[in-house]
């Protein structure tokens, strides 16, 4: 599996995509298994702040709060599976929490994925 972030009408996606031939003469077109939309992580959106910042690649199975939020110190907030293992994300410090990923979208390590303010 293969992840490719993709823009499409200004928008982005995060999207797997799996090899299923040993050739591109084999596949007219690739399997997409996952295909979910990316927050921006550029620094504008992320310099004020405590970032939370994802340990590994994974996919973001749940999220545990709304954004905007108030949450305390080590409370859960996001699910992280990786390597079929679910994985609680927990807050570093007290705030409001401005997410920056989705439920289904893959990331890689040190992906910010919510930043407390």
Known sequence: MRNFIVT???KKYSVGVEEV???VSDVAVPAVTTVAPV???NSANVSKGEKILSPF???IKNILVSDGVS???????????????DNEITAPCDGKITLK?????NVETN???????
């Not at 949450?71 to 293992?85: F, G, H, R, S």
């Not at 990923?101 to 979208?105: D, F, S, T, Y």
């Not at 992906?111 to 303010?117: E, F, P």
Request: charged content about 25%; hydrophobic content about 50%.
């Open 8 to 10: 499409v009408d200004g």
């Open 101 to 105: 990923v989705i439920k289904g979208a």
């Open 39 to 41: 927050a921006e992580n």
């Open 71 to 85: 949450v305390k110190k080590d409370q859960p907030v996001i699910v992280l599976e990786a390597m079929k293992m």
């Open 21 to 23: 031939g040993e050739s």
């Open 57 to 59: 690649p994974g996919l």
């Open 111 to 117: 992906a910010v994925l919510a930043v407390i303010g």
